[in-house]
């Protein structure tokens, strides 16, 4: 019989996501009847890394399950999660096959018209490309991995609750996750990324708040500097003006134009504080 410390070190799977899989009904564990400790065999074993392959094929937990209840087989499973691989894989294709149809050595030699009625024609037939905001898509993603919030099933009263609503908002998000260290203020790696955890009560229950340890490793290199202010600044006025503007001419009906535009360069002021203060960190 073995510990889970000895578990840990044969499968390359923490403890914290064994227990996860244990209460997901993936795993059935034997307790010791003197100590109530867990032992576990080399059928847990083969298990755990059976779980472990799946997962590193995407597979959702609840599939795995199925798997491991037998009310699937194994290779009508595989079968099933290679056809959704593939599913994800064709809406890259388009656009990886429609790169060899580019013909153009320079700039001024390509037939951006041509190439754009084609790629019209072919959106229509069903193919997917990448759309003109996709750029702005990722500074929103940028801002994602740099902070996010979701709210957990539990209150999340001690270090192992915290864990099992963290391990869980992975597993719904199909993220990686490695719990580097399990407290009431946890430490984590999300998809490689290091975060850090903590938890905010308010009347409605808890929220549990996320932070990159390291900003530089959120960062989407492939969008220049430049393009990436003019997308924050414009998602920060943009709002601020529609919102305060209507507000502001109905609570000041008389307002004189210099007044306005006092109005506009302080949105704007603010506007760029905020931004600088973002490139800053």
């Not at 034997?30 to 590193?56: G, H, M, P």
């Not at 229509?124 to 990722?138: E, P, T, Y």
């Not at 202010?229 to 000041?252: E, G, R």
């Amino acid at each position: 019989m073995l510990n889970i410390k000895f578990v840990e070190e044969l499968t390359g799977i923490t403890k914290q996501n064994i227990r996860y899989y244990e209460k997901k009904g993936l795993l059935s564990v034997k307790r010791n009847t003197e100590n109530s400790y867990r032992e576990y065999d080399d059928k847990d074993i083969y298990t755990l890394k059976v779980i472990k392959l799946l997962r590193k094929l995407d597979m959702p937990i609840e599939e795995i399950r199925k798997v491991l209840g037998e009310e699937i087989s194994l290779s009508d499973a595989i079968s099933k999660q290679k056809a959704h691989l593939e599913k994800e894989k064709e809406k890259l294709q388009a656009a990886i096959s429609f790169c060899d149809k580019i013909e153009a050595n320079t700039l001024h030699s390509f037939d951006v018209d041509k190439y754009l009625a084609t790629i019209e024609v072919e959106e229509k037939n069903g193919s997917v490309f990448a759309d003109i905001f996709l750029d702005f898509k990722k500074l929103a993603k940028e801002d994602e991995l740099r902070k996010f919030t979701f709210r957990p099933d539990t209150m999340c009263m001690n270090p192992a609750e915290f864990t099992e609503e963290l391990l869980k908002y992975a597993e719904k998000n199909h993220l990686s996750i490695f719990i580097t260290k399990e407290s009431m203020y946890p430490e984590f790696e999300l998809n490689g990324i290091e975060y850090m955890a903590y938890r905010e009560l308010g009347r409605f229950g808890a929220n549990i708040i996320c932070k990159a340890k390291n900003t530089n490793k959120t960062h989407t290199e492939d969008i220049p500097k430049g393009r990436k202010i003019l997308y924050l600044f414009l998602k920060v006025l943009f709002p601020t003006l529609i919102i305060l503007l209507p507000a502001y001419f109905m609570f000041m009906p008389r307002t004189t134009k210099t007044e306005i535009f006092l109005f506009i360069y302080i949105s704007i002021l603010l506007g760029s504080l905020f931004v600088y203060n973002r490139f800053k960190k």
